[in-house]
């Protein structure tokens, strides 16, 4: 996943074409409901599991596609 592609994601779930690569994604107006359609789409188009502390660590896009790129942090399910 790259940025453009996070971003794009992130932008969908929140109907708001004014997410960037540094929005925040509960600042932008997600919630933990919205959080884990972004989780559910990065596995389903990316094959990457990340939990909701992975998501809660990488709330931007920016982040977010840097962490599906590295796989799910330490600690997490395999």
Known sequence: MNVHQATAL????L???DVT???DFFDAGGDSLL???VLSAVAREHGVELTFEDF???PTPATLAGTVTAG???GGPA
């Open 15 to 17: 109907e708001n074409p």
């Open 72 to 74: 799910p942090l330490p």
């Open 35 to 37: 959080a884990t359609r």
């Open 10 to 13: 992130f932008r969908r779930v």
């Open 56 to 58: 809660l660590m990488a």
């Open 21 to 23: 690569e540094e929005s």
